[in-house]
Nanobody
Framework: QVQLVESGGGLVQAGGPLRPSCAAS????????VGWFRQAPGKERDVLAA????????WYPDSVKGRFTISRDNAKNTVYQQMNSLKPDDTAVYYC????????????????WGQGTQVTVSS
């Protein structure tokens, strides 16, 4: 098993950047692909990015491509999500998740989830 803890959320003005982190403990982290998701009130949890175990492959939906960048440092057991040009619509709880599916694009592709970190973008 792997345990995940997100941090680095907070309040940011529209147009600003933020870089949440996802720290892992447990089994060797490099064996897992990791995804970032977000869920706004009353909405479904949507995928934002995915990264392979070694960090060499990534995937993004068109909705965030060019604004969000996922990366990982397996020596630190940490995955990052650099988010630029934030908009009020980006306000949500952001989650990281780990799994063995590969660059999964669905919630069910990931077995392990963090508790989430709140990101609020003010206009």
């Amino acid at each position: 098993q792997v345990q995940l803890v997100e941090s680095g959320g907070g309040l940011v003005q529209a147009g600003g950047p933020l870089r949440p982190s996802c720290a892992a403990s447990g089994r060797p982290f490099s064996t897992y692909a990791v995804g970032w998701f977000r869920q706004a009130p009353g909405k479904e949890r949507d995928v934002l990015a995915a990264i392979g175990g070694c960090g060499g492959s990534t995937w993004y939906p068109d909705s965030v491509k060019g604004r969000f960048t996922i990366s990982r440092d397996n020596a630190k057991n940490t995955v990052y999500q650099q988010m630029n040009s934030l908009k009020p619509d980006d306000t949500a709880v952001y989650y990281c998740a780990a799994g063995n599916y590969g660059l999964g694009r669905r919630n069910k592709n990931y077995a392990y989830w963090g508790q989430g970190t709140q990101v609020t973008v003010s206009s």
